[in-house]
């Protein structure tokens, strides 16, 4: 069965520290597609990132950096240079194919991220 | 460009009470769509999807039922609350397109059932 694990509930950090958020998932499926969300004290789920299983190449924007390695079947998210702004629960996801056109998106628990000043 | 709205952003309901939540999408058609229950620590779970009128699943067996009567409307309902049944609960859309792409979510509804 598909399914996503983000093993750290909770962590805490001094601002400006780089942070990695780990993401391990299970899948049968050949090509899947993987995603992180960041959801602020608001509620409402941002998207950061999609990434399918044929582009393993790491990617960075700005402070935000990913790396997916398929041999660990791991999706690993990092913020250099925390700020207290990216305090959130940030989600990893993975998309399960259910018909043609369609998909589900299984989220893991999230990690909730502090970045104390 | 496309958005979401769900509503009510905050709902107090006793319990034994009904309960209806409403989504809809506006900017696209057909689309995919979706109801999570956000409960503390267990992240997002998936209740119902969609992927097109009338045509419901069910993810979790459970005090909730859904409903789609038109093309970008979804709705979540009960019958009769339980407690169990507090949490944060989002409705989400995703295009229907072979090429997978990221689903986009409203602002959710807070629901406490006291």
């Known amino acids: 069965a598909q399914k996503v694990t983000q093993a750290q509930t909770e962590i805490s950090v001094v601002e400006k520290e780089d942070v990695t958020l780990d993401c391990v998932y299970e899948?049968?499926?050949?090509?899947?597609?993987l995603f992180w969300y960041k959801q602020p004290p608001s509620g409402e789920l941002v998207f950061l990132i999609r990434r399918n299983s044929f582009d393993e190449q790491n990617e960075i924007s700005g402070r935000y950096s990913w790396n997916f390695q398929k041999s660990t079947s791991s999706f690993n998210f990092t913020i250099t240079a925390s700020q207290v702004v990216d305090s959130a629960v940030y989600f990893c996801?993975?998309?399960?194919?259910?018909?043609?056109?369609?998909?589900?998106?299984?989220f893991g628990t999230g990690t909730r991220l502090k970045v104390l000043a | 460009s496309q958005t979401i709205h769900q509503w009510p952003a905050t709902l107090v309901q006793p319990v034994g009470s009904p309960l209806s939540l409403e989504c809809t999408v506006e900017?696209?058609?057909?689309?995919?769509l979706y109801w999570y229950r956000q409960a503390a620590g267990r992240g997002l779970q998936l209740l119902f999807y969609s992927v097109g009128i009338g045509q419901i699943s069910s993810e979790v067996p459970q005090n909730l039922s859904a409903s789609r009567p038109q093309d970008r409307q979804f709705i979540l309902s009960s019958k009769k609350l339980l407690l169990s049944d507090s949490g944060f609960y989002l409705c989400a859309w995703s295009p229907r397109a072979s090429m997978n792409t990221e689903a986009f979510f409203g602002q959710g509804t807070r629901l406490t059932v006291v």
């Open positions: 900017g696209t058609s057909n689309p995919n």
């Open positions: 899948t049968r499926d050949t090509t899947y597609y």
């Open positions: 996801a993975l998309s399960e194919s259910v018909t043609s056109g369609t998909y589900k998106y299984i």
